[in-house]
Nanobody, 123 residues
Framework: QLQASGGGSVQAGGSLRLSCAAS??????????MGWFRQAPGKEREFVAT????????YNADIGKGRFTISRDNAKNTVSLQMNSLKPEDTAVYYC????????????????WGRGTQVTVSS
């Protein structure tokens, strides 16, 4: 299971740090690439960032480049998304997900999903 947390309401220009904790006896966290997606009302889910397994490389979608940083702690089975310089258009429900692929940037490549956490950015 994946559980995202850390969402909330901030003003434009502010920061939030999202976290996602993985649990389950048979879930080998370090073997999965982890990703963050978001979905705004009336829009499709979109890719935000991913980090490869075993603290490999990271890849950000253009929407977060220079503002969002994904990281993971395999010892704690957690993945985080540090979001800075937030904009109103970043308002969405943010989801963490796990993929068995080496690099995954589309939702269909992810097998496990958390419930999501709401991020609201006001102008």
């Amino acid at each position: 299971q994946l559980q995202a947390s850390g969402g909330g309401s901030v003003q434009a220009g502010g920061s939030l740090r999202l976290s996602c904790a993985a649990s389950g006896r048979t879930f080998s966290f370090s073997r999965y690439a982890m990703g963050w997606f978001r979905q705004a009302p009336g829009k499709e889910r979109e890719f935000v960032a991913t980090i490869m397994r075993n603290e490999g490389g990271t890849y950000n979608a253009d929407i977060g480049k220079g503002r969002f940083t994904i990281s993971r702690d395999n010892a704690k089975n957690t993945v985080s998304l540090q979001m800075n310089s937030l904009k109103p258009e970043d308002t969405a429900v943010y989801y963490c997900a796990a993929s068995s692929q080496f690099l995954a940037t589309v939702s269909r490549e992810y097998q496990y999903w958390g419930r999501g956490t709401q991020v609201t950015v006001s102008s």
